[in-house]
């Protein structure tokens, strides 16, 4: 929790006028309050935790199983906004049942059922995306405002919108019937007094979707228009002078002022942000976080300028024209884009610029401004926003890193991006985080909070910045103020509490792994609310036991009213207050680690005999056994297997056993006739294990020499993140540093070898196989190596050095009429070696970045992806490609190939479903947490582990049909693994065998 790099540029003497914690009980917009101030006064008596219960049999949460829970209700498969309270009313964005609509739900407050429903209305236009409403609405009296996820600013009389879509009697959810949905329309249409839609009118182009929450001061509503830069040129149009402040009279609808700072030209990607109130002297402020990286105040509208309705005016760039350099695979000598720009003399190949150019890193190209043109555009003829400040946001040290426009992950380091968070105002002060879109940037890429002195004018990046905090991943998170502290969480969970006036770091606490944080945290009765943690919101840290629930938040933040914290969770809205009433203890906060558990030693259980020698492994013996990662020949593919698709590990329906594992490790199970073996190491211990599939009982443990120096690992590769393989006779296993060891069945050193500790950023992970040779890939950044040993011997048959670059992926077999090859996914290459020879059969130039994911086949296809690349299918026949897709690319988990299908999971909890003979794209699936084990087939069902330990279970068909939904009770990040009708998982600490009867293989030899 140690904190570090606080930059102090000096104390002014606080204010008195500004925002503090909410004092009303009502949280009418996003945020609670115009200063967008996440905090909460007054005592709200909110519990430290409550328990959202069981399902009943009919799937609908039984509420008497329930603690501190008011009332629960099912929302729409995605909801993306935050929930609102006023006038005994809740609102909340979600979507249709069937997904394909955005709505409002209204409930009662008090009860949780169901007054109204508005759907959101759709533009005439093609191309437009199924999300819910992202933007937050905004209750005014008897009005609500919102921008739809189709770019529309819409007010609606909230009063005429209840008396048309109450439901009838006894209903609790919106109707379903093609005829009431109709009816339904018709009433939301109606309920409607305005809308303008910035797309048509401003060509304003949105990056992703609209989710700007709107800001209603005085008489006018100030609005973020969203206009945002595609990331791939000619994808969409880029309007570089279209406003990106506007407002509107609230009662009429028209526009009434906008701003002219041409901040679309200075884009980064997007425009996400949602407009903040401060008052400074008693001027208002309008507050805004833009797309450049930037957080500016402006006056707000002066209504006694009169404003000509529908006029429109031509405007120009006034520059200048930001270019960016293209810098893949390229060194820029720790230069700034505007030295390494004259250190190349770039201007020379370039057309004369028409403006001055501003020079900025990327990797790859976003859509730009040709340098040799000057845009024009026709814009509203309206009075101007004046600016009153601006602040750059990013340190200047991140403008030295490249871009991101395109779905790749960032590498670690800080760089440009835009901001999403909301600015805040408290006591003349301004607290804004920077941080982009996570699938672009990377929840580890570094981040920054500024703290702004809001009396000053002018550019006051170099005066006005009171404090900067540079300890965070980028965050998309809005800030919470309260007791002079901030509290801010980055896009790794990470919660960062700080004082409020110099910045200094009190505390940090990680409230979950593995996953990409979209929520802001909300501060009640001294207590911080993170989806289910809750923590004290106080210098010293505490941890509360939080909120008991299988589901996470994925998009939504809480919000607090009334004494009650209305929290999105999963698919459902809860309710959550302190039931005094209810007879039942508070559960102990999570404890950070459990204590060590024993286990038998290899001395304590009686030794197999080594099995008699016999020659390699049949094909029926390899289809029945899972001798490597990802199963028989590296494909993921489970043969002959009628795994249970449900199955609790916390009851231990399904689980025949759980047997904890001694040393942590992201290896997964391999299993050779009734045994399963596996690989845990830390920094004092590498070991290899070897349990009876029939019980879980270790039978032995073998630990082999631990060097003086270990390589640099992160934590989610750890040190025994490469999966074992065995031929049957012996098996074999490879940690971090190179070190290779092969044991005999016994678990006695047959032999081992050294091939030095791979130097790449993360930690070895390439996995082996065994197939006539023992495969050994490795890929780091000195070079790439691809060996082929005897497993008797471990000394090698054939070698081959490849001019590719460090990658994480693992060998998989391909057997083809009489060929047989070892593929590999390598960049630039997907390349299949002769499994004898080690001669090159195929090799296509389709992957590029960090390639993680290892190759899938099926049916004469070899395919590959990766989250910087594509997703490319290629025949094997011809060696060329059959087609390529480029949505939710895996950066972790392997794609998975059957008869029919290809399917990909990532990181970000995408999963898609291709056809496997023309790539078209058949469904998506958004899960809540992140893929880094790969999927497997089994049984004509794809078994998808999540890293929160849910098991995903749904047909290979082409639409989504769940199956089966199952919780493992802890994290995992290892693939399962499949042999005589059992699923066997390994959690962080402990391996399960799942299945609903005893094991029909043969005991292993005692």
């Known amino acids: 929790m140690k904190c570090r790099k606080i930059r102090v540029w000096g104390l002014a003497v606080l204010l008195a006028a500004g925002a503090g914690p909410l004092c009303g009980q009502d949280w009418p917009e996003w945020c609670g309050q115009p200063s967008r101030n996440m905090a909460a006064a007054g005592n709200q008596r909110l519990p430290e935790w409550a328990d959202c219960g069981v399902k009943n049999e009919s799937g609908q949460i039984d509420l008497g199983s329930t603690r501190n829970v008011k009332w629960v209700v099912k929302l729409g498969h995605l909801t993306t906004g935050s929930p609102v309270v006023s006038g005994g009313k809740v609102i909340v964005g979600t979507t249709w049942k069937d997904a394909k609509e955005a709505c409002f739900l209204c409930l009662d407050e008090e009860t949780g059922n169901l007054l109204g429903t508005f759907l959101c209305p759709k533009p005439p236009r093609d191309n437009l995306e199924r999300w819910a409403i992202s933007s937050t609405p905004t209750i005014d009296g008897d009005r609500l405002y919102f921008v739809s996820p189709h770019q529309e600013v819409i007010c609606i009389d909230l009063t005429r919108l209840l008396a048309a879509s109450r439901p009838r009697e006894g209903d609790a959810e919106p109707p379903t019937t093609t005829a009431e949905r109709d009816a339904l329309q018709q009433a939301s249409l109606k309920s409607i ?34 206009n945002g830069r595609s990331w791939v040129p000619g994808r969409i149009p880029f309007s570089p002078l279209t406003p990106s402040l506007v407002a509107f009279h609230k009662r009429t609808g028209q526009l009434v002022a906008r701003d002219d700072e041409q901040i679309g030209e200075q884009l980064y990607r997007g425009q996400y942000s949602s407009p903040a109130l401060g008052v400074v002297n008693g001027q208002a402020q309008i507050l805004l976080a833009t797309g450049n990286g930037r957080c500016q105040a402006f006056q707000a509208v002066d209504p006694s300028v009169p404003v000509a309705p529908d006029r429109w005016m031509t405007t120009s760039l006034r520059g200048p024209i930001v270019y960016y350099i293209d810098v893949e695979n390229q060194d820029t000598g720790g230069l700034s884009a505007a030295e390494y720009a004259r250190s190349v003399n770039l201007l020379a190949g370039l057309p004369k610029p028409a403006l001055p150019l501003e020079f900025r890193f990327s990797w790859r190209v976003p859509a730009t401004t040709p340098v040799d043109t000057i845009p024009t555009a026709r814009v509203p003829d309206v009075p101007l926003l004046k600016k009153i400040w601006s602040v750059d946001c990013i340190p200047p040290a991140y403008k030295r890193a490249c871009f991101y426009p395109r779905q790749i992950k960032g590498d670690g380091r800080g760089h440009p991006c835009d901001i999403i968070g909301t ?185 197999a005999p080594q099995p008699d020698a016999a020659p390699a492994p049949p094909e029926d013996a390899i289809k029945r056994n899972w001798p490597n990662l990802r199963g028989p020949f590296g494909q993921g593919v489970a043969y002959d297997v009628a795994a249970p698709a449900d199955f609790d590990g916390p009851t231990g329906k399904n689980v025949l056993w759980k047997t904890a594992v001694p040393r942590p490790g992201a290896s997964s199970p391999v299993v050779w006739e009734g045994r399963v073996f596996l690989t845990g190491a830390d920094e004092t211990s590498r070991e290899l294990y070897c349990f009876d599939a029939a019980d879980g009982e270790i039978l032995w443990r073998q630990s082999t020499p631990q060097p003086t120096r270990l390589p640099k690992v992160t934590e989610g590769v750890g040190h025994a993140a490469s999966t074992g393989a065995t031929d049957g006779k012996r098996f074999f296993a490879v940690f971090a540093t190179g070190d290779l060891v092969a044991v005999d069945m016994n678990g006695a050193i047959a032999w081992t070898r050294a091939f030095g500790t791979p130097k790449n950023n993360y930690g070895y992970a390439s996995s082996l196989i065994v197939y006539k040779h023992l495969f050994v890939q490795i890929d780091d950044s000195n070079e790439a190596n691809l060996y082929a040993l005897d497993p008797a011997t471990g000394k090698t048959v054939w070698q081959k050095k490849r001019a590719v670059r460090e990658s994480w992926a ?185 299945g609903t009867s005893p094991p029909s293989v043969a005991e292993p030899k005692k």
């Open 423 to 607: 600015p805040v105002f408290c006591r003349n002060r301004v607290y804004v985080a920077i941080g982009g879109d996570t699938n672009h940037g990377g929840r580890d890429a570094l981040g920054n909070l500024v703290c702004i002195d809001a009396t000053l004018t002018g550019d006051i990046t170099e005066t006005g910045k009171l404090w900067s905090y540079e300890a965070l991943n980028q965050s998309v998170s809005t800030v919470a103020v309260a007791d002079d502290l901030v509290f801010v969480a980055d896009n790794s969970y990470k919660v960062h509490c700080l004082d409020a006036d110099t910045g200094f770091c009190h505390w940090t606490y990680s409230t979950r792994k593995g996953a990409t944080c979209f929520s802001s945290p909300v501060v009640a009765d001294g207590k911080l609310f993170l989806s289910k943690a809750i923590l004290s919101a106080a210098r010293q840290f505490e941890l509360h036991p939080g909120i008991r629930n299988d589901r996470e938040t994925v998009y939504s933040s809480h919000c607090v009213a009334n004494g009650v914290l209305f929290a999105v969770l999963g698919d459902r809205l809860w309710a959550i207050c302190d039931k005094a009433g209810q007879d039942a203890k508070s559960p102990a906060a999570p404890a950070a680690a459990g204590p060590p558990v024993a286990v038998k030693r290899a001395a304590d259980s009686p030794a």
């Open 193 to 226: 007094l305005w809308r303008y839609d910035l797309l048509e009118k401003l060509q304003a182009y949105y990056h992703h979707t609209a989710s700007s929450s709107v800001l209603v001061h005085g008489d006018y509503v100030y609005v973020c228009t969203g």
């Open 810 to 994: 693992s060998p998989m077999i391909v057997v083809s009429g009489d060929r047989e090859m070892v593929v590999l996914a390598e960049n630039p290459t997907a390349t299949a070696y002769d499994v004898n020879t080690g001669a090159v059969r195929l090799s296509t130039e389709c992957l590029s970045g960090e390639v993680a994911p290892s190759p899938a086949y099926a049916g004469g296809t070899i395919v590959v992806a990766n989250e910087r690349a594509q997703l490319s299918a290629i025949s094997v026949a011809t060696g060329t490609l059959a087609w390529r897709g480029e949505d939710d690319l895996p950066d972790v988990a392997s794609p998975l190939a059957t008869r029919d299908f290809v399917l990909t999971a990532d990181s970000y909890g995408m999963v898609n479903c291709y056809d496997i003979r023309s790539g078209r794209k058949l469904w998506t699936r958004e899960f809540d947490e992140s893929f880094y084990p790969s999927p497997v087939f089994a049984a004509g069902r794809v078994y998808a582990l999540d890293n929160a330990g849910t098991m995903h279970v749904f047909q290979a068909s082409p639409t989504f049909v769940s199956v089966a939904e199952s919780k493992l009770g802890e994290e995992s990040r290892a693939t399962p693994a499949f042999a005589a009708g059992r699923m066997f998982l390994r959690g962080l600490k402990h391996l399960y065998c799942i």
